[in-house]
């Protein structure tokens, strides 16, 4: 498979648009090594202010390592960290107030009851909203009186999000918080998201497998590779400027043809497949001529972005 990166969007930036916007993240030059693995390499990132960032990327690509260290919990090797315009050094203080984290897997406190965890919790926040909570234990059939331990995953999976979400906060980060949800939950719990962010100024970020579920949200998509952003751009964008554009012929491809845009392109039995951004139609049809190939132009699913780009 050809792997051409990206030229038109350097990593981690923004559309034009949205770059002048107030940052509720920046990142510059971030560094993580375990031992000898580097997993984050240089690594810039710039989340605006009031967005729904879904971030993409492969087993073990990084996702869970960089939201850890985004949110100090895990010490950085180089680089620098802003959240809220201040630089991110260890958590807590009173800017933890205004950031909810959903962990990709919760297992603290099994002797406690979800109702003692919760008021516990709430002596901590000034802005802890117990009306949402009542209604999201009831909407999303949680026994108060059951102890954390006896939770089954997918139930701990949503307490976790009702405590990340009950302190009312400005960032909300999740690490996978569907992976072990429903259906029905899953999209109850996006609508609570999308809910949640109608609220100006807030700002969510969530790592996921689950394409279907960024685009319930229509999020930016942020792709992590090689232990970059690749890009942090809106969903609606990449549908209109990224097209697949398949060239078929009897003879096959010993290696997929150039076209300018490319940002991924293989060859498979006797088509050869591209990604391309904001492909010129005329040039593709002449090329096609050209090559006495047929030539398809399909609009990508997210599900095939992700495949093609991750
Ligand atoms: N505490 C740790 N010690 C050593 N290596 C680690 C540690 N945590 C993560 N890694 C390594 O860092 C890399 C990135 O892991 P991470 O969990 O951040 O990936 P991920 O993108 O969240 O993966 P997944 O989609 O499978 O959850 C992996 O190679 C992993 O083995």
Redo the contacts with the bound molecule.
Sequence with gaps: MTVIDPATTPPGTMPASESSARPVLQVRGLE?S??Q?Q?LKALDWHVPTGRVVGLL????????????CLLGL?PINGGSIELFGEPMIEPGGERMHRIGFVP?TFDLFPWMKVRAYLDFTAAFYTRWNQILVDRLLADWELDAKQKIGELSQGQRQKLAIVRAIAPDPDLLVL??PVASLDPQARRAFMGELLTLMRAPGKTVIF?T?ITADLERADADIAL?RDGRIQFTRPLAELRERLKRVIFQRADGWSQPPAVAGVMKSHVQGDQAILLVEDPVIDSLHALAARENANLRIEVPTLEDLFVELA
Excluded: I, P
């Design positions: 993580k375990f031992k693995r997993v990327g492969r087993n073990g690509a990084g996702k869970t390592t960089l939201l850890r895990s990709q690490d996978e790592s497998h992590l």
